[in-house]
C-alpha cells in the first residue's frame, strides 16, 4: 500500500526525450508508483512556445512557459533543454530549493560539473544523470556505485553514435566520408550542423564525465584532448581493415603514470583509433555505443547499447527519476559526487599508446635503415613494418618506384611519437607521412 504523499515531477523541455518521458511516466504511473511507494504525479512541462507544432505525445494543459513557477513547485525538476543555458540556471533554481535533478544534459554537466554538484551537496539534494552519457546504456550508475569498491584502469567509450555510424558505413558499405555523413544526415543521427559529432566535442564532454566519475576526481573540459574523425577516408578504413583494424573515434580515460615526474594521474582524449577487429569494440556497428572499462579487481566489463534516441534515452531518466523518488521516500540528504582522489590531469603529451605511421618513402637502398634509425633516435621501438611496392607511373621520364611503409610501435609517448613524426616528415627520404594513427584495445 502506498502511504507516501505525490511526488511532484517538473519535466523541463518538450523534445524528443521529454516528450517520452512525459508519456512513459503517463502510461506506467500505477507501476513505477508501486515501485517507489510514493505517487509520481507529472505536474508539468516547461516548454519555449506552447503552441509550437507536436505529436500530442504531452496532454496539453501539462504544457506551460513558466519554467521558474514549475520547478519551484516540484519534488523532482528533469532537465531535458540540452546546451548550457537556460539549463544551469533552471537547474541551479530547483537544487537550491530542495528538488532532485534529473539531466541528460552532456554539456552543461562537463562544462559547470563542479558548480551543480556543490550546490546539491549544499542542500542535501541529487543530481542524477545516466542519461548524459551513451543513451540507454547504464554506465553512469556502474560507474558510481556497482564499481566504486574497485579501481577503474581504463575506459575505452564509443559514446557518439553519429561517428560511430559514418565509419561504420565507410568500413563496411565502402562510402567515402560525404556519402556516410550525408546518410547519417538522411538518418536524422546527424544534426544539420554535425561539426559537434564529426570534431569530437560530443564525445569529449562524455569523456569528461566518465573520467571524473571513474577516477574521482574533476577532469575540467578543456583538459580533455579532442581531434575529429574528418581526417579519416575510406582508404584508410580498407587499409585499416587489410592490417586487421577498425578505424573508431574513442573517448579514453586512464589513469597514467607520468614518466617524467613518477607522479599518478589521469588523462582524458577522445581521436580516432585503430581498434583490433577481434576487439569487443570492433563489434560496434551503426549508431550504437559501447562502453569498455578495465578494472583491476573486475577486470573487463562491456556495456552496450543504443547512446541516443527519445524512447531509449527516456529509459535512463525515467531510472533516475525512480531513484530520485525512492530517495525522497526513503529521506536523507544526497549522495555527494566523489572527488576524493583528485588526481592531476595530465595532458596527452604524456599518453603512452602504440601508433601505427604510414610513409610514403622512394624504394631505394638505405630507406628503411634511415627510416629504423630515426625511430631509434627518437626512442620509439618499431614493432611491425610491412612495405608495399608501386612502380613509377608508366610514360613519365621521372617515374620512379615507391613504397608504401606502414609501422606499428611498440608502446610509446605521444611527445616520443610526435618528435619521430616531425622528424620523418623533413627526411628527405619520405615523400610523405600519409596517416599517423594511434592502436588502442591490445
Ligand atoms: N549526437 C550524439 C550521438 C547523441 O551522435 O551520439 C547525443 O549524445
Redesign the pocket.
Known amino acids: 500500500m502506498i502511504e507516501y504523499r505525490n511526488l511532484r515531477v517538473a519535466i523541463l523541455g518538450g523534445g524528443s526525450v521529454g516528450s517520452q518521458v512525459a508519456s512513459l511516466l503517463i502510461e506506467h504511473g500505477e507501476e513505477l508508483a508501486a515501485r517507489v511507494g510514493a505517487g509520481i504525479e507529472l505536474v508539468g512541462v516547461a516548454v519555449r512556445d506552447v503552441k509550437a507544432k507536436r505529436d500530442g505525445t504531452i496532454p496539453k494543459h501539462l504544457l506551460t512557459t513558466d519554467a521558474e513557477s514549475l520547478i519551484l513547485g516540484a519534488d523532482i525538476v528533469v532537465e531535458l533543454i540540452g546546451g548550457l543555458e537556460p539549463a544551469r540556471t533552471y537547474i541551479l533554481q530547483a537544487l537550491n530549493s530542495g528538488a532532485d535533478v534529473v539531466t541528460a544534459n552532456?554539456a552543461v554537466l562537463a562544462t559547470h560539473g563542479p558548480e551543480l554538484f556543490e550546490a546539491a551537496e549544499q542542500v542535501g539534494a541529487q543530481l542524477y544523470y545516466e542519461a548524459a552519457v551513451g543513451?540507454a546504456i547504464p554506465i553512469i550508475r556502474p560507474l558510481r556505485d556497482s564499481l566504486a569498491g574497485d579501481r577503474v584502469k581504463r575506459i575505452l567509450g564509443i559514446?557518439?553514435?553519429?561517428?560511430n555510424y559514418i565509419l561504420d558505413r565507410m568500413d563496411t558499405w565502402g562510402d567515402d566520408f560525404d556519402e556516410a555523413l550525408a546518410e547519417a544526415t538522411r538518418l536524422g543521427?546527424?544534426?544539420a550542423d554535425p561539426t559537434?559529432?564529426i570534431e569530437g566535442y560530443?564525445a569529449a564532454q562524455?569523456a569528461a564525465i566518465l573520467a571524473s566519475l571513474a577516477f574521482h576526481t574533476i577532469v575540467p573540459l578543456d583538459a580533455v584532448y579532442r581531434e575529429g574523425m574528418t581526417s579519416i577516408t575510406r582508404e584508410l578504413v580498407h587499409s585499416a581493415r587489410k592490417a586487421g583494424y577498425v578505424v573508431k573515434l574513442l573517448a579514453i580515460c586512464e589513469r597514467l603514470t607520468d614518466a617524467q615526474t613518477g607522479v599518478e594521474g589521469v588523462s582524458a582524449r577522445v581521436h580516432p583509433a585503430l581498434v583490433p577487429l577481434d576487439h569487443p569494440l570492433a563489434a560496434v556497428h551503426g549508431?550504437n555505443?559501447a562502453v569498455f572499462v578495465e578494472a583491476e579487481a573486475a577486470g573487463s566489463l562491456m556495456f552496450y547499447g543504443a547512446?541516443?534516441g527519445g524512447v531509449e534515452t527516456a529509459s535512463a531518466v525515467l531510472g533516475d527519476l525512480v531513484s530520485a523518488a525512492r530517495r525522497h521516500v526513503a529521506g536523507g540528504p544526497g549522495v555527494a559526487e566523489s572527488t576524493h582522489a583528485n588526481l592531476p590531469v595530465l595532458p596527452i603529451s604524456r599518453a603512452i599508446t602504440r601508433y601505427q605511421i604510414t610513409l610514403s618513402v622512394a624504394d631505394q637502398p638505405g630507406v628503411l635503415a634511415a627510416i629504423a634509425t630515426l625511430f631509434a633516435d627518437h626512442g620509439v621501438s618499431v614493432e611491425a613494418v610491412e612495405q608495399s611496392v608501386s612502380a613509377g607511373r608508366d610514360g613519365q621520364a621521372d617515374a620512379r618506384p615507391t613504397a608504401t611503409l606502414v609501422i606499428v610501435t611498440h608502446e610509446a609517448s605521444e611527445s616520443s611519437l610526435a618528435s619521430t613524426v616531425t622528424a620523418l616528415a623533413a627526411s628527405p627520404v619520405v615523400s610523405s607521412v600519409v596517416s599517423v594513427l594511434r592502436v588502442e584495445g591490445l
Open positions: 552532456k543513451g559514446v557518439n553514435g553519429t561517428t543521427y546527424a544534426e559537434a559529432d560530443d562524455k549508431a555505443n547512446g541516443a
